[in-house]
Protein backbone atom coordinates (compact mmCIF):
# COMPACT_ATOMS: atom_id res chain seq x y z
CA UNK A 1 0.00 0.00 0.00
CA UNK A 2 1.17 3.61 -0.88
CA UNK A 3 0.18 6.34 1.67
CA UNK A 4 0.16 10.13 0.59
CA UNK A 5 0.03 12.32 3.80
CA UNK A 6 -0.34 16.27 3.30
CA UNK A 7 -1.73 19.01 5.06
CA UNK A 8 0.88 20.33 7.52
CA UNK A 9 1.35 23.84 7.92
CA UNK A 10 2.29 26.95 9.83
CA UNK A 11 0.14 27.82 12.58
CA UNK A 12 -0.17 29.65 15.41
CA UNK A 13 -0.31 28.41 19.32
CA UNK A 14 -3.48 27.34 20.07
CA UNK A 15 -4.36 27.26 16.02
CA UNK A 16 -5.92 23.91 14.27
CA UNK A 17 -4.52 22.07 11.55
CA UNK A 18 -5.92 18.71 9.55
CA UNK A 19 -3.36 16.48 8.34
CA UNK A 20 -4.91 13.53 5.85
CA UNK A 21 -3.52 10.23 4.68
CA UNK A 22 -4.59 8.41 2.05
CA UNK A 23 -3.75 5.02 0.99
CA UNK A 24 -3.85 3.40 -2.39
CA UNK A 25 -2.99 -0.22 -3.94
CA UNK A 26 -4.79 -1.76 -0.75
CA UNK A 27 -7.93 -0.91 1.18
CA UNK A 28 -7.01 -0.07 5.06
CA UNK A 29 -10.18 -2.09 5.91
CA UNK A 30 -8.38 -4.64 8.09
CA UNK A 31 -5.34 -2.47 8.78
CA UNK A 32 -4.33 -0.31 12.16
CA UNK A 33 -3.17 3.61 10.29
CA UNK A 34 -1.66 5.63 12.74
CA UNK A 35 0.01 8.80 13.44
CA UNK A 36 3.71 9.17 14.31
CA UNK A 37 6.08 12.60 14.69
CA UNK A 38 9.13 13.43 14.74
CA UNK A 39 10.44 16.27 15.69
CA UNK A 40 14.54 17.49 15.19
CA UNK A 41 16.99 15.57 17.26
CA UNK A 42 14.37 13.49 18.42
CA UNK A 43 13.22 10.22 17.78
CA UNK A 44 10.00 9.32 15.72
CA UNK A 45 6.85 9.03 18.64
CA UNK A 46 3.29 7.74 18.21
CA UNK A 47 0.68 9.81 17.96
CA UNK A 48 -2.97 8.49 17.22
CA UNK A 49 -4.04 5.11 15.36
CA UNK A 50 -7.03 3.90 14.42
CA UNK A 51 -8.50 -0.05 14.39
CA UNK A 52 -10.32 0.17 10.94
CA UNK A 53 -11.99 -3.10 11.86
CA UNK A 54 -13.31 -2.06 15.27
CA UNK A 55 -12.97 2.02 14.64
CA UNK A 56 -11.36 2.05 17.90
CA UNK A 57 -8.92 4.55 18.73
CA UNK A 58 -5.51 5.24 21.09
CA UNK A 59 -3.49 8.07 21.87
CA UNK A 60 -0.25 9.26 23.49
CA UNK A 61 -1.36 11.19 26.30
CA UNK A 62 0.77 14.13 24.95
CA UNK A 63 -1.69 14.79 22.73
CA UNK A 64 -5.16 13.39 24.37
CA UNK A 65 -8.36 15.82 24.07
CA UNK A 66 -6.71 17.70 21.33
CA UNK A 67 -6.16 15.19 18.55
CA UNK A 68 -8.74 13.35 16.71
CA UNK A 69 -8.33 10.34 14.44
CA UNK A 70 -10.85 10.01 12.18
CA UNK A 71 -11.24 7.84 9.13
CA UNK A 72 -13.19 8.10 5.67
CA UNK A 73 -13.86 4.64 4.39
CA UNK A 74 -15.34 5.60 0.92
CA UNK A 75 -12.12 7.39 0.35
CA UNK A 76 -9.66 4.95 1.61
CA UNK A 77 -8.26 8.11 4.12
CA UNK A 78 -7.28 8.51 7.64
CA UNK A 79 -7.25 12.48 9.04
CA UNK A 80 -5.74 13.80 12.12
CA UNK A 81 -7.64 16.39 13.24
CA UNK A 82 -5.34 18.83 15.46
CA UNK A 83 -6.42 21.70 17.68
CA UNK A 84 -5.02 23.36 20.38
CA UNK A 85 -1.57 23.24 18.97
CA UNK A 86 1.55 24.30 20.98
CA UNK A 87 4.96 24.71 20.01
CA UNK A 88 6.34 21.57 21.17
CA UNK A 89 4.14 20.49 18.29
CA UNK A 90 6.29 20.89 16.02
CA UNK A 91 7.15 18.05 14.14
CA UNK A 92 7.10 16.12 10.45
CA UNK A 93 3.94 14.06 10.99
CA UNK A 94 4.44 10.58 9.84
CA UNK A 95 1.15 8.35 8.55
CA UNK A 96 1.71 4.86 8.70
CA UNK A 97 -0.16 1.22 8.60
CA UNK A 98 -0.22 -2.01 8.12
CA UNK A 99 -2.67 -5.01 8.87
CA UNK A 100 0.41 -7.13 11.26
CA UNK A 101 -0.16 -4.56 13.71
CA UNK A 102 -1.26 -6.07 17.24
CA UNK A 103 -2.76 -4.09 19.81
CA UNK A 104 0.18 -4.66 22.06
CA UNK A 105 2.31 -3.18 19.21
CA UNK A 106 0.20 0.00 17.84
CA UNK A 107 2.49 2.45 19.54
CA UNK A 108 5.91 0.59 18.13
CA UNK A 109 7.30 2.38 14.92
CA UNK A 110 8.66 -0.96 14.39
CA UNK A 111 5.44 -2.24 13.94
CA UNK A 112 4.79 -0.52 10.52
CA UNK A 113 6.18 -1.11 7.11
CA UNK A 114 4.37 1.02 5.35
CA UNK A 115 4.46 4.99 5.37
CA UNK A 116 3.72 8.09 4.04
CA UNK A 117 6.62 10.74 3.15
CA UNK A 118 5.66 12.90 5.95
CA UNK A 119 4.29 16.77 6.26
CA UNK A 120 5.58 19.26 7.99
CA UNK A 121 3.95 21.20 10.94
CA UNK A 122 5.20 24.10 12.86
CA UNK A 123 3.92 25.93 15.70
CA UNK A 124 4.59 29.45 16.40
CA UNK A 125 4.19 30.87 20.11
Known amino acids: VQLQASGGGLVQAGGSLRLSCTGS????????TAWFRQAPGKEREFVAV????????YYADSVKGRFTISRDSAKNTVYLQMNGLEPEDTAVYYC???????????????????WGQGTQVTVSS
Open 96 to 114: AADRSVILTTYHYVSAYNY
Open 50 to 57: LRWSSGRT
Open 25 to 32: GRSFSNHY
